[in-house]
């Protein structure tokens, strides 16, 4: 394999690899679920709670400074990491759900009745019902990007879609159930061009790409720490300075205000204003550790090495015959979503747990995905730069144990 | 005809002939297939529990004194415990029903498979063979 990545060193970064499941060497195959944590971040947490624990932002005492200070870095690593403008542009948020709920709930206040605005065909849920819950809120209309059999966006369908009305675009740069990478360079551009704001949800994308928010000149971007090695309970949402000015809060409380008397609040300035009550600041500086953990791998060897399983699992489990993979197209991530003719997801998944194999099975929250094709879900393998050749070995052969008892 | 726990002591005396969970799955999947098909007229949308993961339809009919269930699910798995479930709660009284609990499940080692977080359609589907037993119980009072 690559000689790119120092796979065992990596490997020996997380504890958590080592352990068994079922008497079976644990294969962990649902990174586009959650990835794996290593010791850095881990250390991190301990640390933090050992140590400096403390509220931000508020105190005189040296712990407050000192964990305001490493919260406050974290920020700028964030910032450093999207290539953002500002360090006022990088709102901490509990994770992707929130940052895209908190858009969603400021455009209630932007949108009206002749509004429109367009989602895409891969969109997880969670990109999905917010932005129905805005539509039906301010009377705007929700259009839908149709995708092919292949799993890609029909962008010649958007360009038809986007209209003067058109005020907001959302899609995600990778799609979860399928791992399409969707050309969000053209997405932007025609959305921009049609004087739209871009929302891309960049869940998926951010354990694998590096997303460059001044390149692509997207309006908001957002992620969840803990796809990309950080702990749960934290994100990120980037958003132009111009279009955080203009959103209101989110929600009120401390953190998030200026001057308060019950005749009048007026509210802090960026990013603060988005940041009501304490956040989770342990989680915001674990999740800075774990973006300088990737970047000392570093994303281009991580592409490289991810697409390298990809391609061999790909290979491995069509030998098997009878199977069909979801999402063919040429830009995808390390993600294969398959099924055996007249086998259900669920039992493979059941099968190949015995074994200690860690697999998604289900809808993958994705349902208008498994409507246009017609199944009740799929089984779904994501591979992280910590996974081995002979780990995809392990999940093909169980796998291939599963399609027997199961035929 | 014996009574529900003789039945589950059964079931239980069965799977302990096998040494590994592979047997108990290859067992559990023969009972899925065997499992006597709902009527295709009873597999709709009212009959259908939804889960996450898999989905069952359940359809329940009096006979006599005893509630006979009949059901299905697209996958075999949990097919093979509707199998083993129903067929310690088929065919006997309402009451007999509301009495019974699944303890057995755990001592054949499936209880993973009725957590109610598994979201496969299977605790559910328990709830609804009870509230079945209850409308009957009801009926008959």
Redesign the interface.
């Known amino acids: 394999m690559s000689h790119t990545i120092d796979i065992e060193k990596i490997r020996a970064d997380f504890p958590i690899l080592s352990r068994k499941v079922?008497g079976h060497p644990l294969v962990y195959l649902d990174n586009a679920a959650t990835s794996q944590t290593p010791k850095v971040v881990i250390d991190a947490i301990v640390e933090y709670y050992e140590s400096y624990n403390a509220n931000i932002h508020r105190g005189v005492h040296s712990l407050s400074q000192e964990a305001t200070d490493a919260y406050e870095e974290a920020r700028e690593t964030l910032r450093a990491h999207f290539n953002a403008a500002k360090k006022e542009e990088i709102i901490f948020t509990s994770g992707t759900t929130h940052g895209i709920n908190l858009v969603a709930s400021g455009f209630a206040s932007v949108l009206t009745a002749k509004d429109e605005v367009i989602v895409s065909a891969l969109e997880h849920h969670s990109n999905i019902v917010p932005w129905q819950m805005l539509c039906e809120k301010t009377g705007a209309t929700l259009k839908v990007i149709p995708m092919t059999e292949s799993g890609e966006l029909d962008l010649e369908a958007y360009e038809e879609l986007l209209s003067e009305n058109t005020k907001l675009v959302f899609v995600n740069h990778v799609s979860n159930a399928l791992g399409t990478v969707n050309n969000i360079e053209k997405i932007i551009t025609k959305a921009h061009q049609k004087g739209a704001a871009v929302l891309i949800d960049g869940a998926q994308a951010a354990p694998h790409i590096k997303a460059d928010v001044q390149a692509l000149d997207v309006d908001f971007y957002v992620v969840s720490g803990h796809k990309m090695c950080g702990p749960t309970g934290v994100g990120v949402l980037y958003g132009k300075e111009d279009w955080l000015n203009k959103l209101p809060p989110y929600q009120g409380g401390g953190e998030m205000i200026d001057q308060v008397t019950f005749e009048k609040t007026t509210y802090a300035g960026l990013p603060h204003k988005f940041e009501a009550g304490t956040p989770n600041i342990c989680g915001g500086i674990a999740f800075g550790k774990a973006i300088d953990y990737l970047n000392e791998i570093g994303f281009d060897h991580i592409a490289a090495y991810e697409h390298e399983l990809l391609t061999y699992a790909t290979e491995q489990l069509l030998a098997l015959g009878d199977l069909k993979i979801y999402g063919t197209s040429s830009e995808k991530t390390a993600v294969i979503s398959f099924n055996f003719e007249g086998?259900?997801p669920?039992?493979i998944g059941?099968?190949i747990d015995?074994l200690g194999i860690a697999v998604r099975?289900?809808?993958h929250c994705a349902q208008p995905i498994m409507d246009f094709y017609k199944i009740?879900?799929t089984v779904r393998a994501s591979f992280s730069f910590y996974n081995t050749k002979e780990e995809i070995d392990a999940f093909v052969q169980a796998v291939k144990r599963a399609k027997i008892?199961?035929s | 005809m014996s009574n529900i726990k003789e039945i589950q002591e059964e079931i239980v005396e069965e799977f302990e002939m096998f040494d590994d969970w592979m047997q108990r799955y290859e067992y559990m999947i023969e009972l899925g297939k065997s499992l006597p098909l709902i009527d295709e007229q009873y597999k709709t949308e009212e009959n259908i529990i939804k889960g996450c993961q898999s989905r069952v339809w359940v359809h329940a009919d009096m006979q006599d004194d005893k509630v006979v269930f009949t059901a299905d699910s697209d996958a075999i798995i949990t097919k093979g415990i509707i199998a083993i479930l129903i067929r310690a709660f088929s065919n006997q009284k309402p009451q007999a029903i509301l009495d019974a609990d699944t303890q057995f499940i755990d001592e054949i080692g499936l209880k993973e498979h009725l957590s109610p977080t598994r979201a496969n359609g299977l605790v559910s589907m328990i709830k609804q063979l009870k509230m079945y037993a209850l409308a009957y119980q009801t009926k008959v009072q």
């Open positions: 079922n086998i259900h669920y039992d059941t099968i015995k099975t289900g809808h009740p879900g008892m199961l």
